[in-house]
Protein backbone atom coordinates (compact mmCIF):
# COMPACT_ATOMS: atom_id res chain seq x y z
CA UNK A 1 0.00 0.00 0.00
CA UNK A 2 1.42 3.65 -1.38
CA UNK A 3 1.64 6.00 1.43
CA UNK A 4 -0.06 9.19 1.10
CA UNK A 5 0.10 12.80 2.41
CA UNK A 6 -1.56 13.51 5.32
CA UNK A 7 -3.49 16.08 4.12
CA UNK A 8 -7.71 15.71 4.73
CA UNK A 9 -10.71 17.21 4.54
CA UNK A 10 -12.94 17.22 7.73
CA UNK A 11 -16.12 18.91 7.37
CA UNK A 12 -15.36 21.93 5.74
CA UNK A 13 -11.98 22.10 7.54
CA UNK A 14 -8.50 21.03 5.50
CA UNK A 15 -6.17 19.61 7.70
CA UNK A 16 -2.49 19.14 6.84
CA UNK A 17 0.36 17.51 8.58
CA UNK A 18 3.86 19.40 7.58
CA UNK A 19 7.43 19.44 8.41
CA UNK A 20 9.97 22.34 7.30
CA UNK A 21 13.44 23.39 8.38
CA UNK A 22 14.86 26.73 9.33
CA UNK A 23 18.03 26.04 6.97
CA UNK A 24 20.41 28.79 8.73
CA UNK A 25 24.11 29.87 7.23
CA UNK A 26 26.15 32.90 7.96
CA UNK A 27 23.00 35.07 9.38
CA UNK A 28 20.69 33.64 6.70
CA UNK A 29 17.78 31.96 6.40
CA UNK A 30 16.79 30.13 3.37
CA UNK A 31 13.41 30.46 2.19
CA UNK A 32 11.26 29.57 -0.87
CA UNK A 33 8.00 29.91 -2.54
CA UNK A 34 6.37 28.98 -6.00
CA UNK A 35 6.78 31.44 -9.08
CA UNK A 36 3.34 33.06 -8.98
CA UNK A 37 2.44 32.80 -4.91
CA UNK A 38 3.27 36.34 -3.38
CA UNK A 39 4.96 35.01 0.16
CA UNK A 40 7.70 32.84 0.96
CA UNK A 41 7.67 30.02 3.19
CA UNK A 42 10.00 27.30 4.58
CA UNK A 43 10.98 24.88 2.51
CA UNK A 44 9.49 21.41 3.80
CA UNK A 45 6.61 18.88 3.01
CA UNK A 46 3.69 17.37 3.65
CA UNK A 47 4.17 14.18 5.97
CA UNK A 48 3.07 10.80 4.51
CA UNK A 49 1.43 8.31 6.58
CA UNK A 50 3.51 5.65 8.84
CA UNK A 51 6.22 8.29 8.45
CA UNK A 52 8.01 9.55 11.09
CA UNK A 53 8.54 13.54 10.83
CA UNK A 54 12.19 13.72 10.54
CA UNK A 55 12.25 10.85 7.75
CA UNK A 56 9.62 13.22 5.89
CA UNK A 57 11.96 15.86 6.62
CA UNK A 58 15.14 13.95 5.42
CA UNK A 59 13.43 13.07 2.67
CA UNK A 60 11.14 16.23 1.76
CA UNK A 61 14.94 17.74 0.96
CA UNK A 62 16.53 15.55 -0.51
CA UNK A 63 13.76 15.51 -3.47
CA UNK A 64 13.69 19.13 -3.62
CA UNK A 65 16.89 20.01 -2.62
CA UNK A 66 19.20 16.89 -3.42
CA UNK A 67 20.83 17.22 0.02
CA UNK A 68 20.98 14.36 2.74
CA UNK A 69 21.16 16.25 5.86
CA UNK A 70 21.90 13.76 8.66
CA UNK A 71 21.89 16.57 11.64
CA UNK A 72 19.05 18.35 12.58
CA UNK A 73 17.15 19.43 15.70
CA UNK A 74 13.68 19.64 16.59
CA UNK A 75 12.92 23.21 17.52
CA UNK A 76 9.26 23.94 17.30
CA UNK A 77 5.73 22.60 16.47
CA UNK A 78 3.09 25.33 15.62
CA UNK A 79 -0.66 24.56 15.34
CA UNK A 80 -1.80 27.08 12.30
CA UNK A 81 -4.93 27.88 11.94
CA UNK A 82 -5.64 29.71 8.80
CA UNK A 83 -7.56 30.28 5.81
CA UNK A 84 -6.16 29.27 2.73
CA UNK A 85 -7.80 29.67 -0.69
CA UNK A 86 -11.17 30.90 0.98
CA UNK A 87 -11.50 27.86 3.32
CA UNK A 88 -10.72 27.20 7.05
CA UNK A 89 -7.17 25.25 7.52
CA UNK A 90 -5.65 23.79 10.89
CA UNK A 91 -1.99 22.40 10.48
CA UNK A 92 0.53 20.85 12.46
CA UNK A 93 3.91 21.95 11.78
CA UNK A 94 6.94 20.13 13.00
CA UNK A 95 10.02 22.41 12.96
CA UNK A 96 13.73 21.37 12.53
CA UNK A 97 16.86 23.50 12.56
CA UNK A 98 19.38 23.09 10.00
CA UNK A 99 22.73 24.93 10.55
CA UNK A 100 25.46 24.47 7.56
CA UNK A 101 28.68 25.16 7.16
CA UNK A 102 31.25 26.93 4.79
CA UNK A 103 31.67 23.47 3.24
CA UNK A 104 27.98 22.94 2.57
CA UNK A 105 27.71 23.71 -1.37
CA UNK A 106 23.89 24.66 -0.82
CA UNK A 107 25.47 27.47 1.25
CA UNK A 108 26.72 29.24 -1.45
CA UNK A 109 23.41 29.00 -3.92
CA UNK A 110 21.48 31.49 -4.62
CA UNK A 111 18.09 32.05 -6.38
CA UNK A 112 17.94 28.35 -7.26
CA UNK A 113 15.25 26.27 -8.29
CA UNK A 114 13.71 22.95 -6.83
CA UNK A 115 14.84 19.53 -8.26
CA UNK A 116 11.26 18.19 -8.56
CA UNK A 117 9.40 21.27 -9.47
CA UNK A 118 10.77 24.27 -11.55
CA UNK A 119 8.34 26.61 -10.42
CA UNK A 120 9.72 26.92 -6.81
CA UNK A 121 12.44 28.95 -6.18
CA UNK A 122 14.87 29.13 -2.83
CA UNK A 123 16.80 32.33 -1.99
CA UNK A 124 18.88 33.08 1.05
CA UNK A 125 17.82 35.98 3.12
CA UNK A 126 19.08 38.00 5.71
CA UNK A 127 17.69 37.48 8.99
CA UNK A 128 17.25 41.46 9.46
CA UNK A 129 15.54 41.53 6.08
CA UNK A 130 12.78 39.08 6.76
CA UNK A 131 10.63 41.38 8.72
CA UNK A 132 10.23 43.13 5.65
CA UNK A 133 9.15 40.66 2.92
CA UNK A 134 5.92 38.60 3.52
CA UNK A 135 6.01 35.48 4.76
CA UNK A 136 3.60 32.95 5.94
CA UNK A 137 3.43 31.35 8.50
CA UNK A 138 4.15 34.37 10.35
CA UNK A 139 6.60 32.65 12.58
CA UNK A 140 8.83 32.99 10.03
CA UNK A 141 9.85 36.27 11.46
CA UNK A 142 10.08 34.70 15.21
CA UNK A 143 12.64 32.32 13.81
CA UNK A 144 14.92 34.96 11.76
CA UNK A 145 14.95 37.07 15.82
CA UNK A 146 15.35 33.64 17.94
CA UNK A 147 18.64 33.53 19.27
CA UNK A 148 18.74 30.15 20.61
CA UNK A 149 17.29 26.39 20.04
CA UNK A 150 14.66 26.12 22.94
CA UNK A 151 11.84 24.07 21.84
CA UNK A 152 8.40 26.29 22.13
CA UNK A 153 5.00 25.15 21.15
CA UNK A 154 3.05 27.44 19.42
CA UNK A 155 -0.68 28.11 18.11
CA UNK A 156 -2.08 30.64 15.89
CA UNK A 157 -2.43 31.87 12.96
Known amino acids: MENKDISLLIGNVGFNYRVA ?12 KPNDWDFWNLPGGRVKTNEPSEQALTRELEEELGYRFE ?17 DAHELLFVYKITLS ?8 QDFKSLDNDKMIYHWFEKS ?28 S
Open 71 to 87: HFKFIHLAENFFKWKGN
Open 21 to 32: AVIEYDNKILLH
Open 129 to 156: EIKNIKCLPDLIYFFAEKENDDFLHTYG
Open 102 to 109: DKDALAHM
